[in-house]
C-alpha cells in the first residue's frame, strides 16, 4: 500500500466536490496505418505493463480522511477492459475526431479499476489511426504522462519484445488493516514535521532566505484572490467538453523567440492571449488587463525524475494581457510577467504549501480542499500548460506517430483551457470547452493561430 501525495489526491477530490469536473489529461497521436487488430493492440499493451506498475494499481480510500488516498495492487486487471476501439463517424476528419475526443473525455474513470483507458480510434483519412491516451491527473502530471511514450512505445520501426512479467499482486489490506496503518502514520505526523523543522533550523541562513522568499511568493498569490473582470470565459459549466486543435511549426516558433530574446514558453502564452483577445471581440466584449488570470503549472522536476509516476508541479497566476493590441508588444507583455511571477516566488511559496501538507494530518487538507468548492471562485479564467514532448519519432507496432495534440482538463467554472504540446517540429495546442458555454471554441483556436502567424511576420522583418 503506497500513500498519494496531497497533490495528487487533491485531483480525486476536486471531482468529489465538483460534479462537473472530469479530470483525466490525454493526448492523442494520429499514426500511419493500417490500424492494428484488437488482440494485436491488447498483447502489445500487455507486454509493457511491467515497465508502469501504477497500470496495475487502483485507489483505495481511507475511511474519515485518515490519510490520502492509497494504491494498492489489483490483482483483477484486464487489459481488455483498459483497451476501448472506436471509429470517428464519416467522412473522419478534424471536426470528427474532436468531437469523439471530446465524447470520451466527459467521462468520468472507473475507480473500481486502475486509472487508465487507451483507446484504438479508426476511421481516419488514408487508413491512418489514433490513440487517445487518458490517464487521471492523480497518476500523472504533463512531464510523466508524456514519458508514458517513450516507456509503453518505441523508438524505432522495429517493436520491442514484451518485457518479462513476474508481477505477483500484494494481498489488499483490509478496512481494519488500512485503517490501522492510517492510525499509526496519524500518530507519525508530530515527529516527521519536528524533524523537519529541526533541519530547517540547523541552517539558519538558508531559513532566513526560505521565510523572505516564502514571504514574497504569499503576498504575490494573494494578489490572485482578487476577482477578474467580469466576462463570459467563466461561469458555470456541465459534465460535457468540446474539443479541438491547431498546429503550428515548432520552428516558426523558436525563430520568434530568438527574434524578440523570449522563451518558447513565452511565445505560446502570447499566441494564447492572442487567441482570447480574438474570442472576447468576437462575443462583443471589450478585453480588459485583468480579464484574463491564468493558472500555468510549473513542473518541479529534477533531471532524472521523468518517469516517475505522480504530480511534481508547482504554479504561477499571472494575467494574460489581452488587452494588448500589438503582437509583439504582447509578447513582450507576457516575458515581462513570467520574469516578474518567477521572481516574485510564487513557485517556490506553492511547492513549500504541497511539501507542508506532507507534514499535516490528512482530514484538515481534505477539509481546505472541500471548503475551496463550496465558494465559487472568481479568481481564475483558464488552465494553460505547455509540455515538451519526444523530440524523435514514435512507433506503435511499427507504424510511425504523424502527430500528437494535448488534452487538459477543466473545472470550478473554468470555461476554457490550453494545453500545449510539441513533438518533431509539430507544436500543438489543444483547446477545451465547456459543451454548454464554448460553443465558439474554433475561434479560440483560431485566434492562437492567427497570433502565431503575426509574430512569424513581425519576426522576419524584425
Not at 514535521?193 to 533550523?201: C, S, V
Not at 539558519?204 to 490572485?224: C, F, N, Y
Not at 522536476?301 to 499571472?318: A, K, T, V
Request: with cysteine; proline share 8%.
Amino acid at each position: 500500500m503506497e500513500q498519494m501525495t496531497p497533490l495528487s489526491a487533491s485531483f480525486l477530490q476536486i471531482e468529489d466536490e465538483d460534479r462537473t469536473a472530469t479530470l483525466a489529461i490525454a493526448s492523442i497521436a494520429v499514426f500511419e496505418g493500417p490500424a492494428p487488430d484488437h488482440e494485436e493492440f491488447v498483447a502489445f499493451i500487455t507486454g509493457r505493463l511491467p515497465l508502469v506498475p501504477r497500470f496495475r494499481q487502483k485507489v483505495r480510500q481511507v475511511p474519515f480522511d485518515l490519510a490520502a488516498p492509497a494504491w494498492v495492487d489489483d490483482p483483477d486487471t484486464d487489459v481488455g477492459w483498459h483497451v476501448r476501439r472506436t471509429a470517428v463517424a464519416p467522412p473522419g476528419g478534424p471536426d470528427e475526431l474532436d468531437a469523439l475526443i471530446g465524447r470520451v473525455m466527459s467521462q468520468r474513470m472507473d475507480r473500481r479499476r486502475p486509472l487508465w483507458e487507451y483507446w484504438v480510434v479508426e476511421g481516419l483519412p488514408d487508413g491512418q489511426w489514433a490513440i487517445i491516451q487518458k490517464v487521471h491527473h492523480c497518476v500523472v502530471d504533463g512531464v510523466s504522462g508524456t514519458e508514458l511514450y517513450h516507456v509503453v512505445f518505441d523508438s524505432s520501426p522495429e517493436p520491442r519484445a514484451p518485457v518479462a512479467d513476474d508481477w505477483v499482486p500484494a494481498p489488499a489490506p483490509g478496512l481494519l488493516g488500512i485503517t490501522a496503518q492510517a492510525v499509526r502514520d496519524l500518530a507519525a505526523v508530530p515527529g516527521a514535521a519536528a524533524r523537519a523543522a529541526g533541519a530547517l533550523l540547523s541552517a539558519p541562513r538558508e531559513l532566513a532566505e526560505l521565510a523572505v522568499q516564502t514571504g514574497r511568493g504569499a503576498l504575490t498569490l494573494g494578489s490572485a484572490l482578487r476577482p477578474v473582470a467580469s466576462s463570459t470565459l467563466y461561469g458555470p459549466i456541465g459534465r460535457q467538453r468540446r474539443y479541438t486543435a491547431t498546429t503550428v511549426s515548432l520552428s516558426d516558433v523558436r525563430a520568434i523567440k530568438s527574434a524578440f530574446g523570449s522563451t518558447v514558453n513565452d511565445v505560446a502564452l502570447a499566441a494564447v492571449s492572442g487567441g482570447f483577445r480574438a474570442l472576447l471581440l468576437s462575443r462583443g466584449e471589450v478585453p480588459d488587463a485583468t480579464t484574463v488570470r491564468t493558472l500555468v503549472p510549473v513542473s518541479l522536476r529534477q533531471s532524472g525524475e521523468e518517469s516517475i509516476l505522480d504530480n511534481r508541479i508547482s504554479m504561477l497566476l499571472p494575467y494574460l494581457p489581452v488587452d494588448v493590441v500589438d503582437p509583439v508588444a504582447r509578447l513582450r507583455e507576457v516575458r515581462r510577467r513570467i520574469l516578474d511571477a518567477a521572481m516574485s516566488g510564487e513557485v517556490e511559496f506553492a511547492s513549500r504549501l504541497t511539501v507542508m501538507a506532507r507534514y499535516e494530518p490528512f482530514l484538515p487538507v481534505a477539509l481546505g480542499v472541500r471548503l475551496a468548492f463550496h465558494v465559487p471562485q472568481r479568481q481564475l479564467v483558464t488552465v494553460t500548460t505547455n509540455v515538451p514532448g519526444p523530440r524523435t519519432p514514435v512507433y506503435a507496432l511499427g507504424r510511425r506517430c504523424l502527430s500528437i495534440t494535448p488534452y487538459v482538463p477543466i473545472a470550478n467554472r473554468m470555461r476554457f483551457g490550453v494545453a500545449m504540446f510539441s513533438y518533431l517540429d509539430h507544436f500543438a495546442f489543444g483547446v477545451t470547452g465547456d459543451f454548454d458555454s464554448a460553443a465558439d471554441i474554433d475561434v479560440l483556436a483560431d485566434g492562437i493561430a492567427d497570433s502565431v502567424a503575426e509574430l512569424v511576420e513581425e519576426a522576419g522583418e524584425h
